[in-house]
């Protein structure tokens, strides 16, 4: 599997405060929220309880669209201006940011209190590779949609404030594309393991 592949998934809201006698912005919420349904993206999809155990979070960004040229936090700062805490608890992916104090940093914290943007999304890796869980699951019409279930995630690469939520109208053609790509990431990994155990 290309461990380079992202995956993105909508989330849910979040909110502005001031933090000390500077007032300093900062933004908070969930990034993920476990066991809690998708918006409809061509197909359903549910993060399952657990499925952050054993995540990387060794370098997250904050981001406006997943826009890397808009970077507003960082979780290896975790102080101050450009600061990005991350925990996981039994409600999901909690996440507070200080923004830096830049000119798109302040023109979204405007749109921010004004209710125009009120969305969370964020960017995660999968790991075909490892035999220990199975990483998703699709059940395919049962209850008259398709529903993804992902199980295990083994990176968050960045949380974002969100015009819209992942997938729009391409949502039909992304569902393809997405399980086309697990049948072939699987059978590579498969492959691979077939390979691993031949030149032993």
């Not at 995956?7 to 502005?16: A, G, P, R």
């Not at 933090?19 to 349904?37: I, P, T, W």
């Not at 359903?44 to 952050?52: F, K, M, T």
Request: with cysteine; proline share 1%.
């Amino acid at each position: 599997m290309d461990k380079n592949k992202d995956y993105f998934s909508f989330s849910s809201n979040f909110e502005v405060r001031e933090l000390g006698e500077e007032k300093k912005v900062a933004v908070q919420g969930y990034a993920v929220r476990f066991d809690s349904m998708s918006e409809d993206l061509g197909f359903r999809e549910i993060i399952a309880r657990g499925a952050l155990d054993k995540a990387d979070f060794s370098d997250v960004i904050l981001t406006f669209n997943h826009d890397i040229d808009k970077v507003l936090a960082r979780n290896n700062k975790t102080e101050g201006e450009g600061s990005l805490k991350l925990t996981v608890d039994s409600e999901g992916l909690f996440f507070e940011a200080v923004p830096t104090d830049t000119s798109y940093s302040r023109d979204l914290i405007e749109n921010i209190r004004a209710g125009v943007i009120d969305k969370c999304s964020f960017r995660f890796r999968v790991d075909w590779g490892d035999s220990e869980a199975q990483t998703w699951d699709w059940d395919d019409g049962k209850r008259g949609y398709d529903l993804r279930t992902i199980h295990k995630i083994s990176k968050i690469t960045d949380v974002s404030l969100v015009t819209f939520p992942a997938y729009s109208s391409t949502s039909a053609t992304t569902y393809k594309r997405a399980k086309e790509e697990q049948e072939q990431e699987k059978q590579q990994a498969i492959e691979r393991e077939k390979l691993i155990i031949e030149l032993m």
